[in-house]
């Protein structure tokens, strides 16, 4: 739990250095968490109003699962930084070492895991803010919204970090697959949170 001890300014700082640990798969993964915990804020200011009785219980099990999430990709923060580590150590055998392809090869591997669980949990949280921006209080429907742009960041931050791997895998057809995947729940799940934002933002606008 190390990147997640660090103050915001530590974290920061450490992104803004030359360590390749954190990296841009850790700060996708953060914004993915940030997105659920807004949605959670929306959430937490619109339960216990008598005017948002009827829709309450829908409200307290999308604040569980947001909460959840939130949980889980903070969880990603760390897996993203615990992968580049051997990756950078695997860069740094040899090329004329026998074991050095097939290591690298586990290792780029490693690496395209924690922003393919990134793109998962980060969709899952847009489905969710979905339902916070329909049936929020009003005075939170703009932190919806902001949810919903961090999570469209945490989806293309994420992609372009399975993307980095995949290049240089060997094994093309594994590469492809997974390539495939991100981007299949990138366009299903950018849509929706610019779908979120727009609606939002017209509400606002008027």
Do not use: W
């Amino acid at each position: 739990m190390e990147m997640l001890h660090k103050s915001v300014n530590d974290f920061t700082a450490a992104l803004a250095s030359k360590a390749s640990v954190p990296g841009g798969g850790s700060a996708s993964a953060l914004a993915g968490a940030l997105a659920a915990a807004l949605g959670g804020m929306v959430g937490g200011l619109t339960v216990g109003k008598k005017k948002y009785a009827a829709v309450e219980p829908i409200l307290r099990e999308l604040l569980d699962e947001a909460e959840k999430l939130r949980g889980q990709l903070l969880e990603c923060v760390e897996k993203d930084a615990a992968a580049l580590a051997p990756l950078a150590k695997a860069y740094a055998i040899p090329k004329d070492a026998p074991a050095r392809a097939e290591t690298l090869e586990a290792c780029l591997l490693a690496a395209a895991a924690p922003p393919m669980e990134v793109l998962e949990l980060t969709g899952r949280t847009i489905e969710l803010l979905r339902g916070f921006a329909d049936m929020g209080s009003p005075i939170a429907v703009s932190d919806a919204a902001v949810g919903a742009a961090l999570a469209l960041a945490a989806l293309r931050g994420a992609e372009i970090n399975v993307r980095v791997n995949t290049r240089l895998m060997q094994n093309r057809e594994r590469a492809a697959a997974l390539d495939a995947k991100a981007h299949a729940l990138v366009d299903k799940y950018a849509r929706q949170a610019e779908k979120i934002y727009d609606d939002i933002y017209g509400r606002l606008a008027r």
